[in-house]
């Protein structure tokens, strides 16, 4: 049997890697009281097929939040898979499903917590806006949760 290679869609994965850095806006709801807060995101591939995250999120000059991602193809649907976990102590959730679709790198899944929806907007090579968003109704009114504006450090 002959060792598989990455596809088209893998590739499209190295659009995220590097280390990114941005300004975030936390917004106020059921997680938090909101406020500003800064990101940072180091990604690399693992042998062509998986995207390797880690997160760290600063705000008042202390980590608060950490998290690890993996993004990978599943050979099946040929749709995008996101794992996380990440330092709020939950066991993580089933991937996330996830589409291309121009520029825009979308995920949407259901958690304990409601519908959630989070978005890569890609703004050239080196900077995207990522934003979270919740439904508490499955989808049909959306609020913000998180958005950022990232650029890739040289």
Same mark, same amino acid.
């Given at each position: 049997?002959?060792?598989?290679?990455?596809?088209?869609?893998?590739?499209?994965?190295?659009?995220?890697?590097?280390?990114?850095?941005?300004?975030?806006?936390?917004?106020? &709801?059921?997680?938090?009281?909101?406020?500003?807060?800064? &990101?940072?995101?180091?990604?690399?591939?693992?042998?062509?097929?998986?995207?390797?995250?880690?997160?760290?999120?600063?705000?008042? &000059?202390?980590?608060?939040?950490?998290?690890?991602?993996?993004?990978?193809?599943?050979?099946?649907?040929?749709?995008?898979?996101?794992?996380?976990?990440?330092?709020?102590?939950?066991? /993580?959730?089933?991937?996330?499903?996830?589409?291309?679709?121009?520029?825009?790198?979308?995920?949407?899944?259901?958690? /304990?917590?409601?519908?959630? +929806?989070?978005?890569?907007?890609?703004?050239?090579?080196? +900077?995207?806006?990522?934003?979270?968003?919740?439904?508490?109704?499955?989808?049909?009114?959306?609020?913000?949760?998180?958005?950022?504006?990232?650029?890739?450090?040289?």
């Amino acid at each position: 049997m002959e060792m598989p290679k990455p596809g088209p869609l893998h590739k499209k994965l190295e659009t995220l890697v590097g280390t990114w850095v941005g300004d975030e806006t936390m917004h106020p &709801g059921p997680m938090g009281p909101g406020g500003k807060a800064k &990101g940072k995101t180091v990604s690399r591939m693992l042998d062509g097929f998986f995207l390797i995250s880690d997160y760290e999120q600063e705000s008042g &000059g202390k980590i608060m939040f950490r998290g690890h991602g993996v993004m990978g193809v599943d050979p099946q649907s040929q749709k995008y898979q996101w794992y996380w976990a990440d330092s709020m102590g939950m066991a /993580p959730c089933a991937a996330t499903p996830g589409t291309w679709d121009g520029d825009v790198f979308n995920f949407e899944h259901d958690t /304990p917590h409601g519908r959630m +929806r989070y978005r890569y907007v890609m703004q050239g090579a080196d +900077r995207y806006r990522f934003t979270i968003d919740s439904s508490r109704d499955g989808g049909k009114t959306w609020a913000p949760f998180m958005e950022g504006d990232y650029r890739r450090q040289k």
